[in-house]
């Protein structure tokens, strides 16, 4: 199993950007976002489940952010808009195996079975 991040850059508050990430081994029931500061924990972002019907977002990125599944091209995307500073992290895409609807579990990073390497998104102001 592989996960391959990219998409990610420098922009500017307000602006959007799509970061993909190709899923490469098997099919999964759940497909994740997360991003991380330097010091600090991983955070949930969005997710996302394997027929793409049910989607979950962390509060901060509502109506903000959209998770989107390809399945032909095995590739789960975040596109982002009305970037902004706090958005700035690296963006992690993560796989589980097992499928749930439950509201802690989807944003529990252990939950989680694979992982991509990451892609770093920076907003500035």
């Known amino acids: 199993v592989q996960l391959q991040a990219s998409g990610g850059g420098l922009v500017q508050a307000g602006d959007s950007l799509r970061i993909s990430c190709v899923v490469s081994g098997r099919s999964f029931r759940r497909y994740g976002w997360f991003r991380q500061l330097p010091g600090s924990e991983r955070e949930f972002v969005a997710a996302i489940n394997w027929s793409g019907d049910s989607t979950s977002y962390t509060n901060s990125v509502k109506g903000r952010f959209t998770i989107s599944r390809d399945n032909a091209r095995n590739t789960v995307y975040l596109q982002m808009n009305s970037l902004k500073p706090d958005d700035t992290a690296v963006y992690y895409c993560?796989?589980?195996?097992?499928?749930?609807?439950?509201?802690?579990?989807?944003?529990?990073?252990?939950?989680?079975?694979?992982w991509g390497q990451g892609t770093q998104v920076t907003v500035s102001s």
């Open positions: 993560a796989v589980a195996l097992l499928y749930t609807d439950d509201f802690h579990y989807i944003r529990d990073p252990t939950k989680y079975d694979y």
